[in-house]
């Protein structure tokens, strides 16, 4: 009787709502007046749209090589801050990106790197006569992928150094004793008793990347238009069709996206899981 309320209240806003998703992506709909049923018209539209194709490549782009790189970053700023003197304050330096809203930081990145902002302005004293127009079409995939990174890594590095603290030093002291150098100890002393922890961040960063939205919109949608194709997301994409300015409102393909989002999620999560699932238990 206990769980009633919570389970009333789980059902009321995550189920009920998942399932009319479903429902609606099985649908025409205009987000007013009446549906019409067009079976997986939706999702073949959806499939065979440009702009779905692009949102699919940039989400694996964020997901895998953007991912890659996020943590690659958090591993060696772990690696480099744990025996470091100061690390806890340094730690809060890293962590501090992570407190603020992906909006705020989108808007702070877009000062730094407009043409005259902080970035173009150094490059100039160091003697650099063209500065790159880093919100160019030319650099903007790269820039918003950089901030990705940046907003990121702190918090992982947090969570790293979390799980190398808690590695008992007996180990590194019987890896020195063998004559293991500083590859050998993190190859094999950090990374199999941090691999459980880097399991759950692998989880975690799968569902950010699939709901990459705000920092995206923001970031280079800052004249109140939506960014270019090439920026879109599942759920920019969602966004771009439920609201489409120019042209009718699609929240049926929109919900066909989100559906597509979280399948993919499951998978994600399922399959991380799986293959680390035989690291995740380790005795100290």
Known sequence: MFV?????????????????TVWISFHRWAGAGPME??????????????????????????????????????????????D?????????????????PGLVIAILWGFLFDPQGLVNHILTLLGVDEPPLWLGADHLFSTVMAGKVWLS????????????DRIPRYFYEAADLDGASAV????HVTVPLMSG????????WSISALKSF?????FAGATGQLPPVSLWT?????????FAADAAAGFGVASAAAVMTLALSLVLTILVRRVLAERTHVEY
Not at 84 to 100: D, H, W
Not at 184 to 187: D, L
Not at 198 to 203: F, I, M, N, P, W
Request: with cysteine; glycine share 6%.
């Open 153 to 164: 890594a702190g918090t992982y590095t947090v969570i790293f150094m979390a799980a190398a």
């Open 197 to 204: 922890v880097a399991g759950v961040c692998a989880v975690l």
């Open 37 to 82: 049923y067009v079976g997986i018209g939706n999702y073949r539209f959806m499939l065979r749209d440009p702009a779905f194709h692009r949102s699919f490549v940039t989400t694996m782009v964020i997901l895998f090589v953007v991912g890659a790189i996020t943590f690659t970053v958090a591993f060696v700023l772990t690696m480099l801050l744990q």
């Open 234 to 242: 599942f759920p920019l994409y969602s966004y771009a069709t439920a």
């Open 84 to 100: 470091m003197a100061g690390r806890r304050f340094v730690r809060a330096v890293v962590f501090f990106p992570s407190l603020l």
């Open 4 to 20: 009633v309320p919570a389970l009333a209240v789980y059902v009321l806003v995550v189920i009920a709502p998942t399932l009319l």
């Open 184 to 187: 050998q100890r993190f190859r």
């Open 214 to 218: 705000e920092f995206m919109l923001a």
